[in-house]
């Protein structure tokens, strides 16, 4: 098929009257973008309530715990001086 019979061919599909369109199609479509959207966000809100419960346990944990603080010492020193 050569540019000018593609060139034709849409020409043709082009000229055609638009195909009907099912009654209800556009309420069904409405109906099911607006469930998406309500998962969508729902999912996000679960995520951030999950990020805060994450980063207030790791705070907890490192307030409790401190990390950052050398443990003490298990043994004593040598007493040298007697």
């Known amino acids: 098929m050569n540019r000018a019979e593609r060139e034709a061919a849409a020409r043709r599909i082009l000229e ?7 009654a209800g199609l556009y309420d069904e479509a409405v ?3 607006g469930r998406m959207l309500r998962r969508r966000a729902l999912a996000r809100r679960t ?11 790791f705070t907890v944990w490192a ?4 990390p950052w603080v ?13």
């Open 70 to 82: 050398e443990p003490p010492s298990q043994t004593t020193p040598q007493v040298t001086d007697w």
């Open 31 to 33: 109906r099911r973008g």
């Open 16 to 22: 055609q009257a638009a195909p009907q369109v099912p």
């Open 47 to 57: 995520l951030w309530l999950l990020l805060c419960a994450a980063v207030l346990a």
């Open 63 to 66: 307030l409790t715990v401190r």
